[in-house]
Nanobody, 115 residues
Framework: QVQLVESGGGLVQPGGSLRLSCVVS????????MGWYRQGPGKQRELVAQ???????NYADSVKGRFTISRDNAKRTVYLQMSSLKPEDTAVYYC?????????WGQGTQVTVSS
């Protein structure tokens, strides 16, 4: 069974940095597109960053220049390096694996940016 487990969330002050990790098991990791999504209180879930099987990336306009997504196929892990964090970044962050019509989601990790 495919399983995604996120880690690295927590409380951080504005301007700080945080690195999220998502470890994937039960699939051929290298052929899956990986993405990070987030959902704040009272908001819709939105795409934060995505990385394709060949390493191509795309980001939400709100995080461009501050967040970096990367993947390590040998470790079956996708990362989200977050810098210059703002209170508006506060949300539950979810990891997603996608291939054709199949999609798998992690349980999410809370990121809170506050003084």
């Amino acid at each position: 069974q495919v399983q995604l487990v996120e880690s690295g969330g927590g409380l951080v002050q504005p301007g700080g940095s945080l690195r999220l990790s998502c470890v994937v098991s039960g699939n051929i990791f290298s052929i899956y597109t990986m993405g990070w999504y987030r959902q704040g209180p009272g908001k819709q879930r939105e795409l934060v960053a995505q990385i394709s099987t060949d390493g191509g990336t795309n980001y939400a306009d709100s995080v461009k220049g501050r967040f970096t997504i990367s993947r390590d196929n040998a470790k079956r892990t996708v990362y989200l390096q977050m810098s210059s964090l703002k209170p508006e970044d506060t949300a539950v962050y979810y990891c997603k694996a996608h291939r054709t019509v199949l999609a798998y989601w992690g349980q999410g990790t809370q990121v809170t940016v506050s003084s």
